[in-house]
């Protein structure tokens, strides 16, 4: 039975975001029968939509840029005027998005493992980081463009490194203690109370 183009195009995107939240939660090292178990599909399924799980993984962090860019958005537009920035680090700092490592930012939680993985997999992800710099650096201080993209690189790439510390303790008091200090900093260093 043939099914029309919408359906492959369908059936690939669920993959995909099945793939993102399996990546995130538990890294790369999932294998296609268990993503593609995940999808509601058989594992031969998989080729006819990816040529590798290296495809689908690039493909994988770019859906969950996707997330994190609508999680970011949306904190952004609920955010007083002048106070977007703040949003940002609250939000992205929030004991929430700790506890969500799989619908979370893909740099918290696979930038490690990435490093270590094929080209594909870096671009994926070097372009991601890029555009989020990229949306940041508008919000940011700084008296030219590369001084605010510099200051959006330099807080994005300390928040997804205080995520990650937080994400890797066992202890919840610990675990808020680090992403609180963490949001006290960075307040405090672009004026904000914090």
Do not use: W
């Amino acid at each position: 039975m043939r099914y029309p183009a919408e359906h492959k195009e369908e059936t690939r995107e669920r993959i995909v975001r099945a793939a993102s939240r399996h990546f995130r939660r538990r890294g790369p090292g999932v294998g296609v029968a268990e993503l593609m178990k995940a999808s509601k599909l058989t594992h031969g399924g998989f080729y006819r939509h990816f040529k590798s799980k290296d495809e689908l993984f690039a493909a994988a962090i770019d859906s969950a840029f996707d997330d994190n860019r609508a999680r970011i958005h949306a904190a952004v537009l609920k955010a007083k005027k002048g106070q977007e920035l703040r949003a940002i680090i609250e939000t992205y700092l929030s004991d929430e998005h700790c506890a969500q490592t799989a619908s979370g930012c893909p740099v918290a939680a696979l930038a490690q493992e990435v490093g270590r993985h094929s080209r594909a997999m870096r671009r994926a992800m070097e372009q991601g980081v890029l555009e989020v710099v990229a949306n940041t650096a508008q919000l940011m201080p700084g008296a030219t463009e590369d001084e605010r993209r510099e200051n959006a690189m330099a807080l994005f790439s300390a928040m997804s490194g205080s995520l990650t510390v937080a994400r890797a303790v066992d202890d919840k008091n610990l675990r808020q203690m680090i992403l609180a200090a963490a949001r006290k900093i960075f307040l405090k260093a672009f004026g904000y109370e914090s």
